[in-house]
């Protein structure tokens, strides 16, 4: 979706909840005065029709009594038995709908309707002679309860209700006549121009108050009782609002109820308006909205639409030598135009520097002289040197992107695919530096010298081959010659040991024999040494684990110790040590061992002679740590008091001083129980020979 569409959206959805808060606001705040104002017109309206029947009925009134008070002869013509016409031209102006001229004695004496083109003018007049034959007279109230007794000197105005209709009665005593009434009557209609005719739904409907029901009767109204009669507003489920009052007679009885019916015209206005007012705001808010919306395109969203078109031709091209438009305004578009140039600036010199360095490498790659190889993640080769082409055979495109790293290995897979997973995980902990073999296109092993490292920012691998097949040729010859100058000095040690043993058992001499047997022990010490480098497979470092357990045993049977008395107990880890100081160790350890085999035990006693040596970290592989521990006891007699290794003047002690000092270790003499000597030293700097 683009920003145009988001954007008009985002104007239509905010302007129909602005609508929406609106209606719902102006439904919760403007409704319930509504509802007040259409109860206060509905009672105002009731109190209009109020005073229009009074006053009807006061005109009705003046009109009758003006009549009556000419005179029977200027209203009736006697023989002709009709009104004057004049008279009848008069009543039938003023809206008089009836005119009966009535005496106590003989009933109805004339009677005439006027404007008569209403077409339920018959059953009106059907339903008033009805009336009249029953009751001559409206002087009085056909009340039962109410007093008669003159009835026929009294004038009055009422309310006739007939099953057709309504009228209002004025009932009045002819002048010259002493029991001839003149009645007058109008039909209860709304004037034509009347404010109550543009009501909607207006309708009136009186009854008796006493039985409610709708039957013929009259009964005569006060204007001063009825307007002390309460007004009840009532609302019903049709959509419409009732109005009641009460009639009075002259004596303040309610004789008559008054209900006006209406529509709730002022609520229905009123949510009509809120309507048209919603709609015109909302037609009002699509127009402004379009005019932003036009605005915000032209100012901002052609422009922004503009910038990204150029940035995608820029993009598409991968030329960051190309530079954006800029319209010359300085706003917040134009600052980001000026942005992204400086931006593709700072691109393009970064990519010229990337270029350059690539090409050095690439250079130095290529023209390096050893065979050089990247690798993917998985293995696969993708880019090699022309070296790497020499030492394998191939061409670079029968391996880029073809063959796998490990097809040039296969007898090194699992150790490669062992340090391939370290690599990835832990790269420190991975060697960088080491030996395999190599299979060339002819099915030839090489041995090579690999460093391998991971390429910063990628999953790629760069690896470095040297061909040291020919240097590990050399190194096997020097390795034998050097095994052989081991092997020969360890014989001409030998012969000396043999010599030293035949002068020994050519001598009477016991201090001379002790001597010679003492130092064939200790020549036997060095040449065992030569003799573990001879046959170990690292010709710098000799095992001292099997070292002393080779040494202690030739001691036992040099001096014909008995096993069954003097027990000797081993525990030396598999240390490796280099020449430079296991020959001083070992002639240490000659000495120490003699030492108790000689002295520390009486003839025929029973004892027990240790050697520990182990390092910080034990293992049981054989390790090159650089602190370890010399320990050599037995639980002999012990050494005599005052002694102190440092100021004894025999020959082993001196040489234990001296072995000691060489070894640049710190030696502990512990002399309870047997003697215990304590050193601890570190392997001394090896100077290769080779």
């Not at 150029?310 to 300085?330: A, C, F, H, M, P």
């Not at 010709?539 to 002393?548: A, C, D, K």
């Not at 014909?560 to 490796?576: C, F, H, S, T, W």
Request: include cysteine; charged fraction near 25%.
């Amino acid at each position: 979706m683009n920003l145009r569409r988001r954007t008009l959206i985002t104007l239509a959805v905010s302007l129909l909840l602005l609508v929406l808060t609106l209606y719902i606001i102006s439904q919760s705040l403007l409704m319930g005065s509504l509802s007040e104002i259409q109860d206060e017109s509905t009672q105002k309206d009731l109190e209009t029709i109020n005073d229009l029947i009074f006053k009807d009925l006061a005109d009705l009134d003046t009109i009758g009594k003006h009549w009556a008070a000419l005179g029977e002869t200027s209203l009736y013509n006697e023989e002709s038995h009709t009104l004057n016409p004049e008279t009848k031209n008069i009543f039938n102006s003023t809206g008089i709908d009836f005119v009966i001229i009535t005496s106590t004695s003989d009933g109805v004496v004339y009677y005439e309707t006027f404007n008569n083109q209403n077409e339920n003018t018959s059953s009106d007049l059907d339903d008033l002679e009805s009336y009249l034959a029953k009751n001559n007279s409206f002087a009085y109230s056909d009340n039962p309860d109410s007093d008669n007794s003159d009835i026929n000197n009294d004038s009055c105005k009422g309310i006739l209700l007939l099953s057709s209709g309504t009228y209002l009665v004025s009932s009045n005593p002819v002048s010259d006549s002493q029991d001839t009434y003149l009645i007058l009557g109008r039909s209860l209609e709304f004037p034509e121009n009347s404010q109550l005719t543009k009501i909607p739904g207006l309708s009136l409907e009186i009854t008796p108050f006493i039985t409610g029901d709708t039957v013929s009767t009259f009964h005569d109204v006060d204007r001063v009782f009825s307007y002390g009669s309460p007004l009840i507003i009532k609302r019903t489920e049709n959509n419409t609002i009732n109005g009641f009052s009460l009639l009075r007679d002259n004596q303040g009885r309610a004789v008559f109820q008054l209900k006006m019916s209406e529509n709730l015209y002022v609520e229905n206005k009123g949510q009509e308006t809120l309507i048209y007012s919603i709609l015109s705001f909302l037609v009002i808010g699509l127009v402004l909205g379009l005019i932003i919306l036009i605005y915000l395109d032209r100012i901002v969203l052609f422009r922004v639409n503009k910038l990204s078109n150029q940035v995608q031709e820029i993009t598409k091209s991968n030329d960051l030598s190309q530079r954006l438009l800029t319209n010359g305004t300085y706003d917040e578009i134009s600052k980001l135009s000026n942005s992204i140039n400086s931006l593709l600036i700072s691109l393009q010199r970064s990519w010229n520097e990337l270029q350059q360095s690539r090409m050095k490498y690439r250079n130095i790659f290529y023209n390096t002289g050893t065979a050089m190889i990247i690798t993917e993640e998985n293995g696969t080769s993708s880019l090699i040197n022309s070296e790497f082409e020499n030492l394998s055979g191939f061409q670079k495109t029968e391996i880029e992107g073809i063959k796998n790293w490990e097809d040039f290995f296969p007898e090194d897979i699992e150790k490669m695919r062992k340090y391939r997973k370290i690599r990835k995980t832990k790269p420190e902990l991975a060697p960088r530096s080491y030996e395999a073999r190599f299979l060339d296109n002819e099915g030839n092993f090489k041995d090579v010298h690999l460093t391998v490292t991971t390429i910063p920012g990628t999953k790629q691998f760069l690896a470095s081959l040297m061909d040291i097949s020919l240097l590990k040729k050399s190194l096997k010859e020097k390795d034998a010659l050097l095994r052989e100058v081991h092997h020969r000095v360890k014989n001409n040690m030998q012969i000396m040991i043999s010599l030293l043993n035949m002068k020994a058992r050519h001598t009477n001499d016991d201090k001379l024999k002790r001597v010679l047997l003492e130092s064939q022990d200790r020549i036997r010490s060095m040449a065992m040494v030569h003799d573990g480098i001879y046959r170990s497979q690292d010709m710098t470092h000799i095992n001292m684990g099997e070292y002393i357990q080779r040494l202690t045993a030739g001691l036992f049977a040099s001096y014909n110790m008995d096993i069954n008395l003097i027990r000797l107990e081993i525990k030396a880890e598999p240390v490796m040590l280099n020449i430079d100081t296991a020959v001083p160790l070992g002639l240490l350890i000659n000495e120490l061992v003699s030492n108790s085999i000689r002295h520390a035990f009486k003839p025929g006693e029973k004892g027990t002679i240790k050697v520990e040596l182990f390092s910080s970290n034990s293992k049981d592989e054989p390790t090159f740590q650089d602190e370890f521990t010399l320990i050599i006891e037995d639980d002999g007699m012990g050494l005599p008091e005052g002694f102190d290794i440092h100021h004894l003047k025999t020959m082993g002690m001196k040489l234990i001083d001296a072995l000691t000092t060489q070894l640049e270790a710190k030696i502990k003499v512990k002399k309870d129980r047997g003697t215990r000597f304590e050193i601890k030293f570190k392997e001394l700097n090896y100077m290769k020979r080779i």
